[in-house]
């Protein structure tokens, strides 16, 4: 049996690659193909990600010989490359297959003239994108590339069975806070609808430019109903997702959010923009409702019949957790990772 060397994250990292790479790890393909994680990257000082990157290359440097595939969970960010590219060297220098698999969707068309990135891409065996969406776009914007493709969904960990009665009148968004992001969306959609209904709140999760929006959600007289956590993970992060009734995304960019996976996971109705590869799997009005990218107006629409009907909310709920546990299990991206893993047997 092919045995594989994953290389991405470190695994203190939040969210994103990390994640993903984590619930790999939960997977039988992992411990089927011997597979061991290096961590290339790490949030923390300057310091400390030289440190981090300087030690990946070094374990590189004594393991990557035992490895049949080199799998490069990556995005097409120039430092990202750079740090992960004495690796990428070392594997072309044993003949090992390399897989690159890219954790980005939108973002691909800046990136069309990025050397490194296309270089890499043409010396790699194998390219996956995170949904169908981005496999098309690849295949257009990149048509000088003719690296075989294929598509990995990220996985959903199963979660323990979802108490509706424990649901409260709460809306949460979790991320790293930026313009891309738009909190500001929620904010101008909830100003609408906050006198209507004083009893629901909205708790954002995460970090980014926290202080900014807080500012932003006060002074539009929100700070009474708007609760910002800062970043929670844990037993935290799963008590705010158990009972939390509504989800909302108001991203311009996504590759294929995990929190959407969650969301469903946990039995929370999603509002969403059409965002990232969720086109390939949204089903508008069973398991989320959809509204147009800056649409702040539609998302308040959005927003208010949720709250207004509860069955539907049920509903909605129930259906998107079967969903999910369904199409994105642990089980079923595991089969559709073992395929990939069979192509270079």
């Not at 070094?58 to 990557?64: E, G, K, M, R, T």
Request: glycine fraction near 4%; hydrophobic fraction near 45%; proline fraction near 3%.
């Amino acid at each position: 049996m092919k045995k594989v060397l994953v290389v991405g994250s470190a695994r203190q990292s939040a969210g994103g690659v990390a994640s993903v790479i984590k619930l790999m790890e939960k997977m039988p393909t992992w411990e089927k193909y011997s597979c061991r994680w290096i961590g290339t990257q790490i949030q923390r000082s300057y310091m400390w990600k030289l440190w981090y990157a300087v030690r990946s290359w070094f374990v590189a440097l004594f393991v990557i010989w035992k490895y049949d595939i080199v799998h490069f969970h990556t995005v097409p960010d120039r430092i990202c490359l750079v740090i992960q590219m004495p690796i990428f060297l070392l594997a072309l220098l044993g003949r090992k297959s390399i897989i690159m698999h890219i954790h980005m969707g939108n973002q691909l068309r800046n990136h069309t003239d990025n050397s490194l990135f296309l270089w890499c891409l043409r010396k790699s065996d194998l390219i996956i994108l995170l949904a169908k969406k981005w496999e098309r776009l690849f295949k257009e914007e990149y048509s000088g590339i003719k690296t075989k493709t294929a598509v990995l969904y990220n996985a959903c960990e199963a979660v323990p069975p979802v108490d509706f009665s424990e649901k409260t009148k709460t809306i949460i968004m979790a991320a790293y806070f930026n313009d891309n992001k738009a909190p500001d969306l929620l904010f101008k959609a909830w100003q609408t609808l906050k006198m209507k209904y004083p009893e629901w709140e909205i708790m954002m999760l995460g970090n980014g430019e926290v202080e900014r929006f807080m500012r932003m959600s006060d002074d539009m007289s929100l700070y009474d109903v708007v609760t910002f956590t800062g970043y929670v993970t844990g037993k935290e992060k799963e008590d705010y997702f158990r009972k939390a009734s509504i989800y909302c995304m108001c991203s311009y960019e996504e590759g294929f959010p995990m929190v959407v996976l969650e969301s469903w996971a946990y039995g929370i109705c999603v509002v969403t923009t059409p965002v990232g590869g969720l086109p390939d799997v949204i089903e508008d009005g069973r398991n989320c409702l959809t509204f147009d990218f800056g649409d702040w107006q539609a998302l308040a629409e959005r927003l208010e019949y949720l709250i207004l009907n509860e069955e539907k909310r049920q509903q909605m709920a129930r259906y998107s957790r079967e969903f999910v546990m369904e199409r994105f299990s642990l089980q079923s991206i595991d089969k559709e990772l073992q395929r990939i893993y069979k192509m270079f047997d």
